[in-house]
């Protein structure tokens, strides 16, 4: 499930059950067919659109498109970034960042940083899964990982503080 903002937030969830579409909520048949790079044709509801993704940035789920001449920023956020917002936690805000909690209860899969190591916003630090769901976790920011509490295999109850920055 994404939910997709636009500039003036408005938005819209999109959802993919089996093999049909959810617009917030609501079934929708969509014939799509590639037109070029990164360009698309679009039959849904009686009506032709022309699409073209402009620019992408997976770091912050931010995308330009062009939908039939008209340009549009939109930004994604995926279960996980609205979860987090739920909780209080940012991602990627001003400041200096602190650490990193665990979002929700889960087993710790796989650790990518380590100790003393410099990270950007966005780079993956490690996997926890939860009810059977890998969540990549990012860096929220750019920073120097002071320690690590955590290792391969350990479970960690929500709250619980994995990653401390320096």
Known sequence: MLKIF???KESITVEKQK???LLN???SDFDITPIGENQYHII???QSIT???LEYDEATHSFTIKINGKTATLKAKTEMDLLLEKMGIKQGGAGKIKN???PMPGQVLDVY???GSDVKKGEKILILEAMKMENLIKSPGDGKIKSIKVKK???VEKNHIMVVFE
């Open 6 to 8: 636009s500039s003036d």
């Open 19 to 21: 093999d049909t579409w």
């Open 25 to 27: 909520g609501e079934a």
């Open 44 to 46: 849904t509801r009686n």
């Open 51 to 53: 699409a073209e993704l």
């Open 100 to 102: 990193i909690k665990a």
């Open 113 to 115: 940083c380590q100790e």
């Open 153 to 155: 295999g350990e479970n």
